[in-house]
Nanobody
């Protein structure tokens, strides 16, 4: 099992940057594909980005491509999401998640979730 705790959210002006972190506990963090999702009020949880166990392969939603960067440090058992050029439409609760499955795009493909961290982008 793995437990996940996000941090780094906050209030930022449009065009600004934030870096989210997701600290994992457990012995098997490095074996999981890790992802970031977000959920805005009244909307479904949506895929943002994912990174393979080695960090060698990443994939992004079109809405964040070129602005967000996902990375991981297996030695520190930490997942990151660097968010640049933030827009008001990026406002949401951001969640990190871990999966052992081949799929990575849908929330139900993930086994473990953090509690979420709020990101608010003002215009």
């Amino acid at each position: 099992q793995v437990q996940l705790v996000e941090s780094g959210g906050g209030l930022v002006q449009a065009g600004g940057s934030l870096r989210l972190s997701c600290a994992a506990s457990g012995h098997t963090f490095s074996s999981y594909v890790m992802g970031w999702f977000r959920q805005a009020p009244g909307k479904e949880r949506e895929f943002v980005a994912r990174v393979t166990w080695s960090g060698g392969s990443t994939y992004y939603a079109d809405s964040v491509k070129g602005r967000f960067t996902i990375s991981r440090d297996n030695a520190k058992k930490t997942l990151y999401l660097q968010m640049n050029s933030l827009k008001p439409e990026d406002t949401a609760v951001y969640y990190c998640a871990a999966t052992n499955s081949r799929g990575y795009y849908y929330p139900n493909e993930y086994d473990y979730w953090g509690q979420g961290t709020q990101v608010t982008v003002s215009s």
